[in-house]
């Protein structure tokens, strides 16, 4: 009984001393990184400790792909996003973005793998992140209206139909009413203009954009590699009188 007993016991005793030694240690996995769109400078990706500065390929469109430079153990649990970011939150935090850019995890199949998860689910990791170029609303306010069908557009790139406040027995008061167009990509020209008056009314764009009245070109703040700081054009102004 002696005996048998201790066969076992040698051969745990093998056993721990091989893992001492760097022998039968857990299966480590690298961790690869393939990021989509990247135009500008700025990203830097991380997980488990680690940070890998991103710089946009040499051939414009070209995709970007880097391993970080530790491979992690089976079982460990990565989370593959831009340094600082939370893309868990509400808001969302984004981390080290790019100048002009956000890059989120890829969300279109097959390239939808997960950018957390744990060492070994899968045989191999690898983390897809796409990169948009940031794009900005165009926003502000419209007084004085009464009529209807008035029609306000960005050039021909959007528009939209802005309908009188009304009180409480559906009469236009003339109070202010939001104006919200859509988005304008950064480093791009925008032109706000009355496409369609209102019924028995004159409209036109008195204020706002960098040439107060209404066009300009689409700037961002992006100058510490992060989308927060931005809003858009806000202090677009349309002012209604009646028609002569």
């Given at each position: 009984m002696k005996f048998s007993l201790a066969r076992p016991a040698l051969a745990l005793a093998v056993m721990a001393t091989l893992a001492s030694c760097g022998g039968g240690g857990k299966a480590t996995y690298p961790v690869n990184v393939t990021v989509t769109g990247l135009q500008f400078p700025g990203l830097t990706m991380s997980t488990n400790g680690m940070d890998v500065d991103v710089a946009p390929p040499a051939k414009a469109g070209d995709d970007v792909s880097f391993t970080f430079p530790t491979e992690i153990e089976y079982?460990?649990?990565y989370?593959?996003?831009p340094k600082?970011?939370?893309?868990?939150t509400t808001p969302v935090s984004y981390g080290k973005q790019p100048l002009h850019q956000t890059c989120l995890p890829a969300s279109t199949y097959p390239r939808s793998l997960p950018h957390s998860a744990t060492a070994g689910q899968l045989a191999r990791i690898q983390v897809n992140y796409d990169c948009t170029v940031n794009a900005y609303p165009l926003t502000g306010v419209v007084k004085g209206l009464t009529g209807t069908g008035l029609v306000v557009a960005n050039g021909s790139s959007s528009s939209v139909?802005?309908?009188p406040a009304l009180d409480a027995n559906n009469k236009p008061t003339g109070a202010d009413v939001?104006?919200?167009l859509g988005n304008v990509t950064w480093n791009q020209s925008y032109g706000v203009l009355i496409l369609t008056q209102p019924t028995g009314q004159k409209c036109s764009v008195t204020a706002g954009g960098d040439n107060g009245a209404g066009g300009g070109?689409?700037?961002?703040?992006?100058?510490?590699?992060?989308i927060t700081e931005t809003k858009g054009v806000t202090d677009l102004v349309v002012t209604c009188v009646a028609s002569s």
């Open positions: 079982g460990v649990i989370n593959v996003v600082g970011a939370n893309l868990t139909t802005v309908s939001a104006l919200v070109v689409m700037k961002d703040t992006n100058t510490s590699y992060s």
